[in-house]
């Protein structure tokens, strides 16, 4: 981990912002936590006595029997031996049985589990309670019939359609461990995942439509297939949902002739041809018309793997990080109620695809454990148009909202009308996630989002704490804009200088966390020694984020990003190293710097370096192809959006390049503080003048 980022972060202006909204008074009348001193309460014994904390709250659970040791036994401290973390050892349950039986057995049976609202304004459905049971015990059997059997590994490659979270309970269901790789990610970042975790089988879906683009699924999948075959680890089964309007000319298998119980609305498939290997893929709807609507679920321990969810990890490689059945189930759930204030006739959407820890936690767990009535939205905020977003909030008087400070500022720079030609009247909580969100943007939010009536919620949190860890309390948090404010309960945070020493009082540094909660993950798949290594071997008896932040003179949090070689693109997180391989697989490539660079819509972008080859030069086509090399090497979204020429790269004597420096340089900032430690200064004139005109 490079130090050298702390401090470095002046694109956040807090002064302006030191402005204080108190919570608005409609919600603290109703809300669980009413006003600080009761969070306070809550708070110290939430950290003093978790056991009694989470016991309490483990009660509303159900659980075959109960833990047979310690509720919460850990190590966090590599000196003292190998980490570990386990809640609630021994008890058995099973998450999707609480999500769905527990649920219809308390009488919510008939309520709305989620509406689904497709890319097309005019493609929608809703699901039930009892009808999700249904579902998602007919895919148990369906996923048991093609040998998938308990602690088996199943990718999901799916758009946000409620099939994705019918497949994701069924896994959890039978005990099999869930691996969903967002689907928008190339096939060869797909197969680089199926291969880590060892996957048998897949679920992916024909295709989708985002915005007005039309994307083969089947086809990624198909590549990626092929690739797992050529390494040796071949995936046994394919499940493919129909999604799209079957078309005539297109043959596939003699189940393709079997269409008609799959419901398809506005969604042609245009011209979107779909390979078939007959044996290993199978129609979603043909298994499911013959499977019974019988499925025991599958009693696990509260330790058992409940799924792995990859995330960039600063040496280039993804980690797979595991979470466990009962932790994660209290956690996402506890965090959903009192972080959005949960009512009973709640309509709540959050806009983040399930393929990230956000749709995970915010889209079926934490919600479908508290009962909630949710959203799943298919589509773009763009599309038709820039207000989408309050268009489905004002069709569904959606309550309480979850999105992204990327698409806040993507959207404010519309008109206002866009927002309030619709009736936002329903709105209470407005939440964010992902990356600090700038005060402007939340000021925007707050203002013409939320008229000034909603509680603003900016929730820091990771793949890795499995939900959120700093963040506001809707009827009990005074906020600041751009402040993350406090930690929820059972969260003990700090801020250590790089010697390790804790900050008291005001002050910037690493922020770690003391002791473990019971959503925080267990393991990186496979690869225990990553796991302690990544996040508790720099400060020993801390679990370390990664992250920076401040306290301010009233002990609110500000984080200020990340410390390590990460980079945060429209809140998804990359890793310098992972683009700098895609680069240099060109043959033009000799050496690869990438570095994070501020970005007015995604808050961060990617600015590269690179060093060409003897022979090679640099042209506008050259800058094209690489590119698009990222674009199809990892995905999309990871596109940088600066390349530039570097004859050579600043390093230091020892070799190791200084990112440090080549951030001034993106930013044309000369003020490069102490470059004593370069084997060659005159690298950064050079590298000033190249510096492309449009950055
Ligand atoms: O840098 C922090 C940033 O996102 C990172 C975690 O990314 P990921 O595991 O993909 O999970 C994203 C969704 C939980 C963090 O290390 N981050 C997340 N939320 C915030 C944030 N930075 C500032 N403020 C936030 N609210």
């Not at 090497?633 to 570097?646: E, L, M, V």
């Amino acid at each position: 981990m490079s130090d050298d980022r702390l401090g470095q972060h002046h694109h956040h202006q807090h002064d302006q912002a030191h402005q204080t909204f108190e919570p608005p008074k409609s919600l603290s009348a109703t809300s669980h936590v009413k006003d600080f001193q009761e969070y306070q309460r809550m708070y110290k014994q939430s950290v003093g006595d978790p056991e009694a904390f989470w016991g309490q709250i483990a009660e509303q659970f159900h659980w075959e029997s109960p833990p047979d040791g310690a509720f919460v036994n850990y190590n966090f401290d590599t000196r003292k031996g190998s980490i570990f973390i386990k809640w609630m050892e021994g008890a058995k349950t099973n998450i999707a049985y609480n999500m769905l039986d527990r649920n219809v057995k308390n009488g919510l049976g008939n309520k709305i589990a989620f509406y689904w609202e497709g890319n097309d304004p005019l493609d929608q459905g809703k699901i039930t309670y009892s009808e999700m049971l249904e579902s998602v015990c007919k895919f148990s059997n369906v996923l048991k019939s093609l040998g998938v059997k308990r602690g088996d590994r199943v990718a999901i490659y799916m758009p946000m359609i409620v099939e994705l979270v019918v497949a994701m309970l069924a896994c959890a269901r039978i005990g099999a461990v869930h691996s969903i790789v967002f689907a928008g990610f190339s096939s060869e970042s797909l197969s680089e995942r199926i291969i880590d975790a060892n996957c048998y089988a897949i679920v992916t879906a024909d295709g989708v439509w985002r915005g007005s683009k039309l994307l083969n699924l089947k086809s990624i999948v198909d590549k990626a297939l092929e690739i797992c075959k050529e390494k040796g680890k071949p995936v046994n089964k394919c499940v493919v949902v129909r999604h799209l309007s079957p078309d005539e000319e297109e043959v596939t298998s003699e189940a393709d002739k079997d269409v008609e119980d799959c419901p398809v609305a506005k969604r042609p498939c245009g011209k979107l041809k779909i390979g078939w290997q007959n044996g290993r893929d199978e129609w979603w709807h043909v298994l499911m018309s013959q499977a019974s609507k019988d499925c025991a679920p599958e009693w696990l321990d509260a330790e058992d793997p409940l799924f792995m969810l990859y995330t960039s990890g600063s040496t280039g490689k993804p980690k797979g990080v595991l979470h466990t059945v009962a932790g994660y189930m209290l956690y996402s759930a506890t965090t959903f109620k009192y972080v959005f204030d949960y009512q009973p006739d709640d309509v709540y959407w959050c806009t983040a695809d399930v393929g990230w820890i956000t749709g995970h936690s915010y889209v079926c767990y934490g919600p479908m454990g508290n009962g909630a009535t949710g959203v799943i939205f298919e589509g773009t905020p763009f599309y038709p148009d820039a207000g989408r977003f309050w268009n489905v909030v004002e069709k569904y008087k959606v309550t309480k909202f979850y999105t992204a400070p990327t698409a806040i500022r993507s959207l404010m720079k519309f008109d206002d009308s866009f927002v309030t030609k619709y009736d936002r009247s329903s709105l209470k909580v407005l939440g964010t996630v992902g990356e600090p969100i700038n005060p402007e943007a939340w000021l925007w939010y707050h203002r013409v989002v939320g008229q000034e009536n909603c509680a603003i919620v900016d929730t820091f949190w990771q793949t890795e704490t499995g939900g959120h860890v700093i963040t506001p309390l809707p009827g009990a948090t005074a906020t600041k804009p751009g402040s993350a404010t406090f930690p929820f309960f059972g969260i003990v945070p700090a801020l250590l200088t790089d010697d390790g020493r804790e900050i008291t009082g005001p002050g910037e540094g690493y922020l770690v966390f003391k002791q473990p909660w019971p959503g925080i993950m267990r393991t990186v798949f496979g690869n225990h020694e990553r796991f302690e290594t990544t996040y508790f071997k720099k400060f020993p008896g801390y679990y370390c984020t990664g992250d920076g932040a401040k306290s301010d003179e009233d002990g609110y949090l500000w984080i200020t990003g990340r410390i390590d070689d990460m980079v945060n693109v429209s809140g998804h997180l990359l890793s310098t190293a992972e683009v700098e391989s895609a680069l240099i697989e060109h043959d033009a490539v000799a050496e690869a710097a990438s570095v994070s660079h501020p970005h007015n819509i995604k808050g961060e972008c990617i600015y590269c370096f690179v060093t060409l080859k003897e022979g090679a030069t640099f042209s506008d086509n050259l800058v094209v192809e690489l590119k698009s090399m990222v674009r199809s090497k990892i995905g999309p979204f990871a596109q940088p959006d600066y390349i530039q020429n570097a004859p050579a790269l600043p390093k230091t004597r020892s070799g190791k390049i200084m990112r440090r420096i080549l951030r001034k340089v993106a930013v044309n900032d000369h003020e490069l503080g102490d470059t004593s430690t370069l084997a060659d200064e005159s690298v950064i004139d050079t590298l000033f003048k190249l510096r492309p005109a449009e950055a």
